[in-house]
Nanobody
Framework: QVQLVESGGGLAQAGDSLRLSCAAS????????LAWFRQAPGKEREFVAA????????YFADSMKGRFTISRDKAKNTVYLQMNSLRPEDTDVYYC??????????????????WGQGTQVTVSS
């Protein structure tokens, strides 16, 4: 059974940094894309960043470029989202997702098969 378990969320002040982790288990992810999305109540799930498990250039939403980085540790089966220079508008629930045969369509939630339960990030001004 595939599981994606996020951690690392919490309270932060504007300008702070947080690192989210997504521990993946239950299968081999070598052909998968791992991604982070975020969602506020009443809004659509928004793409944040994605990375292929085998490496290669990561993908970011334009608004996150330069502030967020995504990486993965194969030995730990974990994907990370490093968030720097946090802003109040970064307040959301952050979700980890995994999908295969994305075809370059990293931005669309329905392309991803597996999802974590989410971790809340709250940034105060």
């Amino acid at each position: 059974q595939v599981q994606l378990v996020e951690s690392g969320g919490g309270l932060a002040q504007a300008g702070d940094s947080l690192r989210l982790s997504c521990a993946a288990s239950g299968r081999t992810f070598s052909s998968y894309v791992l991604a982070w999305f975020r969602q506020a109540p009443g809004k659509e799930r928004e793409f944040v960043a994605a990375i292929t498990w085998t490496g290669g250039s990561p993908y970011f939403a334009d608004s996150m470029k330069g502030r967020f980085t995504i990486s993965r540790d194969k030995a730990k089966n974990t994907v990370y989202l490093q968030m720097n220079s946090l802003r109040p508008e970064d307040t959301d629930v952050y979700y980890c997702a995994a999908g295969v045969n994305i075809g370059g369509n990293y931005y669309t939630p329905r392309q991803y098969t597996y999802w974590g339960q989410g971790t809340q990030v709250t940034v105060s001004s």
